[in-house]
């Protein structure tokens, strides 16, 4: 290794240890809670027009999580994300209405209910 090589790798090892990188800020509690209620919403969106009931209730209901959490840039991307993942994950499975499409539903009405209720005993003001 050459001179110029060491002093690039002196370089750096003392860059990284006097300038460490931003800490992050602490992630919420509840967190995860609405992560996982916007992949909900968008299952629901998926699955509830499937089976019979058309219209955009559950992603009105994704503006309103977003809404209320005013979410900077990356944790906006974060919910979006999860959200089109619940969407995904039955838009590949489905094609048609199924009784296991209406287990689905029913399943994630309740989880979603539970999630909301949970944060807002928990959280809420």
């Known amino acids: 290794m050459g001179r110029a090589s060491l002093f690039f790798v002196a370089f750096v090892a003392f860059s990284a240890a006097a300038f460490p990188p931003p800490a992050r800020a602490a992630e919420a509690p509840f967190e995860s809670s609405l992560v996982r209620l916007a992949e909900i919403l968008g299952s629901l969106h998926f699955l509830r027009n499937l089976c019979g009931e058309p219209g955009e209730q559950w ?8 809404q209320a959490e ?4 990356a944790r906006r991307a974060k919910f979006v994300a999860s959200f ?6 039955f838009a590949g499975t489905y094609t048609s209405c199924t009784a296991s499409a209406t287990a689905a539903i029913s399943r994630y009405m309740k989880e979603g209910e539970a999630l ?3 944060v807002a005993a928990r959280y809420g003001n």
């Open 59 to 66: 992603r009105g209901e994704m503006e309103k999580l977003l």
């Open 116 to 118: 909301t209720r949970e």
């Open 70 to 73: 005013n979410p900077d840039p």
């Open 84 to 89: 089109n993942r619940g969407y995904r994950s």
